[in-house]
């Protein structure tokens, strides 16, 4: 499934729920679960040792809600992935989640499919479940309809055509995809990317994603 190896940590104050995600995970080929969390203060401190690749995290944590774990992993280790693990469905709360430095949004009701494309997708780009998806395509296209699709950026050295291409790759949008959008070529949509990155300073997709939503670019 994975390039290279995955190293997650499972957070969640449930043992059978930790023990059956981590059991998902380490049925397939390249994952490495290196750990497991109860507490915010342990997913916090094993993320401190251990800079896991990504930390699968319950929403519902002791001590902090998993939104603040997340922040504080974020700033902990920049470099770690979020992927949130929830109950509740809510565009309000996957926008809170983004917010968080979280890429990811999934169900405890999905399918073990959906957690394992969940993980596989969050290392390049967001990933929300499906049901949140279809909602957020509809949320969008309602605030294209009612904006004319424009938005308004002051202070940044962003074309239009770069904004649009940020709200579809911000979406979870390949590159193919945005092209077909786009009507141009995958190349050129290649060269909008590299020159937003360039322009903006973004060390990483995730960065592009957290603009985007910091700038309502997307509604998710």
Do not use: W
Not at 99 to 128: C, I, N
């Amino acid at each position: 499934m994975f390039a290279a190896r995955c190293r997650i940590l499972v957070a969640d104050d449930h043992f059978v729920v930790r023990r059956g995600i981590r059991t998902l995970l380490e049925s397939q080929p390249g994952i490495e679960v290196c750990g497991e969390a109860s507490t915010a203060a342990e997913t916090i401190d094993r993320v401190k040792k251990q800079k896991p690749d990504l930390v699968v995290l319950d929403l519902t944590m002791p001590e902090m809600n998993g939104l603040e774990v997340a922040a504080a992993v974020r700033q902990q280790s920049p470099s770690t992935e979020v992927l949130i693990l929830t109950m509740h469905f809510s565009e309000e709360l996957a926008r809170d989640v983004l917010r968080s430095g979280a890429l990811g949004y999934v169900l405890k009701s999905d399918t073990d499919e959906e957690l394992l494309a969940a993980v596989d997708h969050v290392r390049r780009q967001p990933f929300f479940t499906s049901k949140l998806a279809v909602a957020m395509a509809q949320s969008y296209m309602h605030s294209a309809d009612t904006t004319g699709g424009k938005h308004v950026l002051p202070g940044f050295p962003l074309t239009p055509r770069e904004i649009e291409v940020i709200q579809y790759l911000a979406q979870g949008k390949g590159n193919k995809e945005v092209a077909a959008a786009l009507r141009v070529s995958t190349r050129t949509v290649e060269s909008h990317r590299n020159h937003i990155m360039h322009k903006m300073n973004f060390g990483s997709f995730s960065e592009l994603v957290r603009f985007a939503v910091r700038n309502n670019l997307v509604d998710p």
